[in-house]
């Protein structure tokens, strides 16, 4: 099996339609963007798979910064104002290599009164920190599982991976910069159950949640494409906020964030589908997608529009080559995120 993973840079392509890069549009005001699927871990739960050593990867993608602010503007035009723009995606965006930039440009579109990242944090320095809350970062949601630092590297499945590097940086940010950093880790039942106390603990110690709530405790979830560490089980949602509610009366702090609403979130109206499931389309293919036996293609009809344009992944057993002409059926519109399966492919 050809292991190479090809690495494509993003210019001149729609921004929406794909969940590789560019803009998700949920119908709210948080709208997400993802400049990168690269990342330097391989987290044993990784609900999209990142990491370089996962072998169903064969793609990755990053995007010219340009061409993702231009697609935003559009979007946040159409949102209206009070718009929260998420620094996410299928990797970890603190790695792009932009990003001090890119948050200085998408802080200064008119309407976006939030600009908020995920991340681990442990690729950042004081320096970027302080460039980032000066560019108009508001806000880092640090994903951290574990503060013991061989379970932490364990989970991570990177021995280079140290918690406490992470930890130092979140406490010099909300003691030194504007920015608020609230904590984020995932309950792995049976695995990190003693570690969350710990991570509670060193939030609200290190003054995290200075605008946000200062932790906020994520399901486990297994997802389709994602890794399923051994002897993790999925817990439903009432032992889920059981646990949440024991926490909360163990540490005296608030964990349970049901029936507020502290981010703002709000429904607004989402992007316009333009593609839609069932439709058949003729599209070029541009290059593989991230994931094995998945590629991505354009229509053959662009309105050149950054908010009606879509990207569309296609998935195939046969090999497509970059340039080829195909004719797909969409199987996915959710939210935007085109999903077809070719029917016909001209090579
Ligand atoms: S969970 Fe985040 S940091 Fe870990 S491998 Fe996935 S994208 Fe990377």
Avoid at 8 to 18: A, N, S
Avoid at 313 to 332: F, K, Q
Wanted: proline share 6%.
């Amino acid at each position: 099996m050809e292991r190479r993973r090809e690495v494509y840079f993003v210019d001149g392509l729609p921004q929406i339609g794909t969940r590789y890069y560019g803009i998700v549009d949920q119908g709210t005001n948080v709208v997400e963007v993802r400049p990168t699927s690269l990342c330097p871990l391989n987290c044993v739960f990784c609900s999209v798979a990142a990491g370089p050593l996962e072998p169903r990867r064969w793609a990755d993608f990053v995007v010219r910064r340009d061409a993702l602010v231009e697609a935003l503007k559009a979007v946040v035009k159409y949102k209206g104002g009070g718009v929260e723009v998420h620094i996410d995606g299928m990797g970890e965006p603190a790695v792009y290599n932009e990003l001090v930039d890119l948050v200085q440009d998408m802080k200064s579109i008119r309407g976006v009164s939030v600009v908020s990242m995920q991340s681990r944090m442990f690729t950042l320095t004081e320096r970027k920190i302080e460039e980032l809350a000066e560019a108009g970062l508001d806000r880092i949601n640090l994903s951290l599982d574990a503060v013991e630092p061989s379970l932490a590297a364990k989970l991570a499945n990177a021995s280079y991976y140290d918690p406490r590097r992470a930890m130092a940086l979140a406490e010099y940010a909300v003691g030194n910069t504007s920015m608020d950093v609230l904590v984020s880790p995932v309950w792995l039942p049976g695995v990190n159950d003693d570690q969350i106390p710990k991570i509670v603990s060193w939030a609200r110690a290190a003054g995290l949640g200075k605008r946000w709530p200062p932790v906020l405790i994520q399901k486990y979830v297994p997802h389709k494409r994602g890794r399923h560490p051994k002897g993790v089980r999925a817990v439903d949602w009432g032992v889920f906020w059981a646990r949440i509610k024991a926490w909360e009366a163990q540490l005296g702090i608030r964990l349970d964030w049901r029936g507020e609403n502290p981010f703002g979130v709000e429904r607004r109206p989402a992007l316009p589908k333009t593609v839609k499931a069932g439709q058949r389309i003729k599209v070029r293919i541009v290059g593989r997608g991230i994931f094995r036996n998945e590629y991505l293609a354009v229509p053959n009809k662009l309105a050149d529009d950054p908010l009606t344009d879509r990207a569309v992944t296609v998935v195939s057993e046969r090999p497509l080559r970059p340039g080829a002409e195909a004719i797909v059926r969409v199987v996915e519109d959710e939210d935007n995120i085109i999903i077809a399966k070719t029917e016909v492919v001209f090579l």
